[in-house]
T-cell receptor, first 113, second 113 residues
Framework: ETGVTQTPRHLVMGMTNKKSLKCEQHLGHNAMYWYKQSAKKPLELMFVYNFKEQTENNSVPSRFSPECPNSSHLFLHLHTLQPEDSALYLC????????????FGPGTRLTVT | SQQGEEDPQALSIQEGENATMNCSYKTSINNLQWYRQNSGRGLVHLILIRSNEREKHSGRLRVTLDTSKKSSSLLITASRAADTASYFCATDALTDSWGKLQFGAGTQVVVTP
């Protein structure tokens, strides 16, 4: 719907599992973002990538590991998560990281059991 | 710390009525943006207003910005059931890292037919 796709849309994983979230943007943008959205809380920025280089790591625990192989793809590798990590994980992109409008994917609803 | 805070947290109106929500922020900004999110989906960019602008229109949307009061308002005129969603303001603060938008917790709007 917005040119940013995310898979899977829903994910249930145990605390000992390893899984990955995928994001792809078809807009020719140079910057990509991972956000975490928990109920009743503001969107939390996790990571920012500009031209495949990580420019922001917002004090995110190491159990979340991002990967950006090219400017169109972004992954979030998950391992040994906690139940409080259950949330909607949103990917976004923008033409460049200079505070411009961002285009969001539909999100992955993650449940950690 | 949270930069933008929306008010009210929730708003219930009937079709045809106007909906107004406010956003207050703490530090000087480059721009302020409004986004809409339908339940459990990604955010959709609505409008961006720069710090040197006072008012902006887009269809049934009207945004104002008062930098002296560090506040913005979003007005939706002649609301429709399809306007039911959460609305977020996001600020591109002057002092923040490149590309780091700070989102508020949102205003949940319900429009009943």
């Amino acid at each position: 719907e917005t040119g940013v796709t995310q898979t899977p849309r829903h994910l249930v994983m145990g605390m000992t599992n390893k899984k990955s979230l995928k994001c792809e943007q078809h807009l020719g943008h140079n910057a990509m973002y991972w956000y975490k959205q928990s109920a009743k809380k503001p969107l939390e920025l996790m990571f920012v990538y500009n031209f495949k280089e990580q420019t922001e790591n917002n004090s995110v625990p190491s159990r979340f590991s991002p990967e950006c192989p090219n400017s169109s793809h972004l992954f979030l590798h998950l391992h040994t998560l906690q139940p409080e990590d259950s949330a909607l994980y949103l990917c976004a992109s923008s033409q460049d990281p200079g505070g411009n409008e961002q285009y969001f994917g539909p999100g992955t609803r993650l449940t950690v059991t | 710390s949270q930069q933008g805070e929306e008010d009210p947290q929730a708003l219930s109106i009937q079709e045809g009525e106007n909906a107004t929500m406010n956003c207050s922020y703490k530090t000087s900004i480059n721009n302020l943006q409004w986004y809409r999110q339908n339940s459990g989906r990604g955010l959709v960019h609505l409008i961006l207003i720069r710090s040197n602008e006072r008012e902006k229109h887009s269809g049934r949307l009207r945004v104002t910005l008062d930098t002296s009061k560090k506040s913005s308002s979003l007005l939706i005129t002649a609301s429709r059931a399809a306007d039911t969603a959460s609305y977020f303001c996001a600020t591109d603060a002057l002092t923040d890292s490149w590309g780091k938008l700070q989102f508020g917790a949102g205003t949940q709007v319900v429009v009943t037919p």
